[in-house]
């Protein structure tokens, strides 16, 4: 076939680009002809919260990437359209994720729509963690657009029908595993490239900080006293994506300053596989959630997990067999890291992700989206 995915992807960083890039590679695997639109422009710098919206990583050799989508320039979603309908793709695969895109991707699929091109929506999220006024006015000119929807959860499909109820396919096909940031380093070496101590023991919590990631209920969770008996750290690793001053103010109040690890910057793709390569345990605290990108890395790392029962995270965590799924609670949060500890859990979880994450292959996603 020849399909054309729309979409963020280099040079632009983070785990949506990196899941487009992905996609293209496992359908190029597949013997498909693959392209990627993606922006000359994707955030104006002030909504863009982080440092730089840019990867300083090279740019791939094996993908075609073309800029082409000017967010702020509707000419720009026009010349789009036509020039993927002049393509006469098979497939047009829009990777959606926030409401500011759905303007673009929704003009760019209506200009783009000919033959038997089949427009299909690949949801992240369709609704937000931190809604705006934007997510009620704008989500249901792109989904109208769509021939079908792909979402990573089965609460998101719910979010595509607020939207549009009507009988166009809605399948779901977990989030597969992120397997291209490289094997799994020894544990020794993994801690001499981030300048830890092999001897000590580490839970991460991985990727940008937002209040709904929960860090501060980890923090205060990771603050009980029964940890303190074994040789344990918390290895915090993103950016801060808000004010970092609450959190600081809150390590110096549990008095955490000597049991928590400050990685608070874009971890380039290069060093993610230390950070997991060193973990004991991956914690995702969030409030809220759809699917997780963090969690795919931990699988193909095999790292056991503590997620909270939010969104579908607990759809891809087996309670007590490659980790662990609790309330939003502090308390149910630090239970489960002492149970961990206590009961040496690690071996039992690992074995139990080996089989689990098989479920998880690229080849699982390509097939759901083919089906539409």
Not at 81 to 94: E, L, M, P, Y
Not at 102 to 119: D, Q, S, V, Y
Request: proline share 5%; hydrophobic share 40%.
């Amino acid at each position: 076939m020849r399909i054309v995915i729309v979409g963020t992807a280099y040079p632009y960083r983070g785990g949506l680009a990196a899941y487009s890039e992905r996609l293209a590679r496992e359908y190029q695997q597949e013997g498909h002809d693959v392209e990627i639109i993606t922006f000359t422009l994707q955030y104006p710098s002030f909504l863009f919260p982080g440092k730089t919206q840019y990867s300083s990583e090279q740019q791939p050799d094996d993908l075609k990437i073309t800029r082409m989508i000017n967010t702020l320039n509707p000419l720009s979603w026009i010349r789009a359209g036509k020039a993927i309908r002049r393509k006469k793709a098979d497939k047009v695969i829009f990777c959606y994720w926030m409401a500011f895109v759905a303007p673009a991707f929704g003009t760019i699929a209506r200009f783009a729509r000919g033959g038997n091109t089949k427009m299909i929506g690949l949801i992240h999220n369709m609704i937000p963690h931190e809604p705006t006024v934007l997510d009620k006015l704008f989500p249901r000119y792109f989904v109208t657009a769509m021939d079908g929807f792909v979402a990573m959860a089965e609460s998101v499909v719910g979010d595509i029908n607020s939207f549009d109820n009507s009988l166009k396919p809605k399948r779901v096909s977990p989030h597969p595993v992120y397997d291209h940031y490289g094997d799994k380093p020894e544990r020794a070496l993994a801690a001499m490239k981030l300048g830890l101590h092999e001897q000590m023991r580490y839970i991460l919590f991985f990727g940008f900080i937002r209040h709904y990631k929960g860090l501060d209920l980890l923090l205060e969770a990771f603050a009980d006293e029964r940890l303190r008996k074994y040789p344990l750290k918390l290895i915090i690793a993103g950016e801060f994506y808000e004010n970092p001053e609450p959190y600081m103010k809150l390590i110096h109040r549990l008095k955490l300053e000597n049991f928590v690890e400050l990685r608070t910057r874009f971890i380039a793709d290069k060093d993610v596989r230390n950070y997991f390569g060193i973990a004991d345990l991956v914690a995702q605290p969030y409030r809220s959630a759809t699917q997780s990108g963090v969690s795919q890395i931990a699988y193909h790392y095999e790292n056991p997990m503590l997620v909270t029962d939010v969104g579908g995270l607990a759809e891809i965590v087996p309670h007590n067999k490659v980790g662990y799924v609790v309330d939003v609670d502090v308390t149910k949060i630090a239970d489960a890291l002492v149970d961990f500890y206590a009961n040496e859990r690690s071996d039992e979880f690992v074995c139990n992700i080996r089989e689990e994450k098989k479920k998880y292959e690229w080849s699982k996603m390509t097939a759901t989206l083919n089906s539409i």
